[in-house]
């Protein structure tokens, strides 16, 4: 790898992803990050890399939908490696309007794939590597697992649209022979996430004193790997991974969401000299979200056994590193939180 394409580096994982990558010792590739800079980016996440490693990093806005854009960075940058992250990421804003997820994440892939095509052909791409979600295979019940081999059953505008993306990307993989390959991760967290996601919001609740609001009866279960793990494990993809095939990656950590909040209630408690029943009586049970999955479980056998990844940070240890983060970063938060955004949370679940 010589010269790396991230789309969507200013994003949740995508930052976390880029820093990662400047983290490795005895590595020479450059980074060019493509975003279009949406509400869930900040470009200053990652000034320090630019100051730090102005010859090896590059910012270039753009929209993945532009295809004369993306072709011309890719040729500028003679691109070689494309790890593609960018996308519409939060379900309750695709029940709000699913047309921009249509939009970057089925049209941007698909006009990614179509520059990349061109250069593939002309031998110039070594790896076209996808990022997908969990919530592609749809919902379980109480037992079982998502495999790499189960159905795709999406059931949100959101999801539906990252299943379109991958089976575009596996398609390009049949049809034209593009080196692919995909992983299908559950749910990230860590620094950096925008606090519309459960995990930074209700940390920033807490802080401000604020209800927190859980959906529904508060057991659906979601499997939290800590966004660093997503990193490694991506980058064995990228090292070791088999083209054309696909990686689940998880946490193997379930948690019902009410049993979660309330250890956050814990843990933050502790931070800022507070009694967690406090906290805890901040908890306010609110609409449930339409079409809400009950459970996803990642099996992810097949990465440990093949690529040798596992994970390394435990849940109690990741949570603590977060909160204090978030806590240090409050300005972060404010700078990127949206007006707009809480006005609907307000009219749609009635809290705010
Ligand atoms: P995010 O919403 O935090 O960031 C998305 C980034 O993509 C933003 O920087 C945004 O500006 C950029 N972007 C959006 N539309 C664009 C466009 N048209 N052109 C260029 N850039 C655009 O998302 P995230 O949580 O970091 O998720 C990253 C990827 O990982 C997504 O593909 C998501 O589906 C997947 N994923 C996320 C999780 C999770 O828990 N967050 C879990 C599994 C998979
Ligand atoms: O599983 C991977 C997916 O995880 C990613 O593909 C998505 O990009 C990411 O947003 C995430 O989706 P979820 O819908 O699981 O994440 P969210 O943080 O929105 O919600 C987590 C759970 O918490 C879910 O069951 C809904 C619930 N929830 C969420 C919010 C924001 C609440 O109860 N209250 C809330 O205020």
């Given at each position: 790898m010589n010269s790396i394409l991230v789309t969507g580096g200013c994003g949740f994982i995508g930052t976390n992803f880029v820093r990662f990558l400047f983290e490795k010792d005895g590595e020479n590739f450059i980074v060019v990050n493509v975003d279009k800079l949406?509400?869930?980016?900040?470009?200053?996440?990652?000034?320090?890399?630019?100051?730090?490693?102005?010859?090896?990093?590059?910012f270039e806005r753009a929209d993945i939908c532009d295809f004369e854009s993306i072709s011309r960075i890719i040729d500028k940058y003679d691109v070689d490696t494309i790890v593609h992250f960018a996308a519409e990421s939060h379900v309750d804003r695709s029940i709000l309007g699913?047309?921009?997820?249509?939009?970057t994440n089925i049209?941007?892939?698909?006009?990614?794939?179509?520059?990349?095509?061109?250069?593939?052909e002309k031998g110039k791409i070594i790896r076209f590597h996808h990022i997908s979600t969990d919530e592609v295979y749809g919902s379980l019940g109480k037992?079982?697992?998502?495999?790499?081999?189960?159905?795709?059953q999406p059931?949100?505008?959101?999801?539906?649209?990252?299943?379109?993306?991958?089976?575009?990307?596996r398609s390009y993989h049949n049809t034209y022979g593009l080196n692919v390959t995909i992983s299908i991760c559950s749910n990230n967290y860590g620094p950096y996430q925008f606090p519309e996601k459960l995990i930074p919001l209700m940390i920033v609740n807490?802080?401000?004193?604020?209800?927190?609001?859980?959906?529904?009866?508060?057991?659906?279960?979601r499997d939290w790997l800590f966004v660093y793990d997503h990193c490694t494990a991506i980058w064995e993809i990228l090292k070791k991974g088999k083209v054309g095939e696909t990686y689940n990656i998880g946490g193997e950590n379930e948690w019902e969401n009410i049993r979660l909040v309330e250890f956050l209630c814990?843990?933050?408690?502790?931070?800022?000299?507070?009694?967690?029943?406090?906290?805890?009586?901040?908890?306010?049970?609110?609409?449930?979200?339409?079409g809400h999955d009950r459970r996803y479980a990642i099996n992810c056998e097949k990465i440990k056994n093949e690529l040798g990844w596992r994970q390394s940070v435990d849940f109690e240890t990741g949570l603590d590193f977060t909160v204090d983060w978030y806590i240090r970063n409050i300005e972060w938060l404010n700078k990127v939180r949206s007006g707009e955004y809480l006005k609907w949370i307000e009219i749609n679940y009635g809290y705010r």
């Open positions: 949406t509400y869930a980016a900040n470009p200053e996440n990652l000034v320090d890399i630019q100051e730090r490693y102005s010859k090896r990093y590059f699913p047309s921009d997820f249509v939009k049209v941007g892939t698909f006009t990614l794939l179509e520059a990349v095509r061109e250069r593939f037992e079982g697992y998502f495999y790499e081999s189960s159905p795709y059931r949100s505008p959101y999801s539906a649209s990252k299943a379109a993306s991958d089976h575009l990307v807490m802080l401000e004193n604020k209800e927190l609001p859980v959906y529904g009866d508060g057991k659906h279960i814990e843990l933050v408690a502790k931070k800022i000299n507070k009694e967690a029943g406090s906290l805890k009586k901040l908890i306010k049970f609110v609409k449930d979200r339409p």
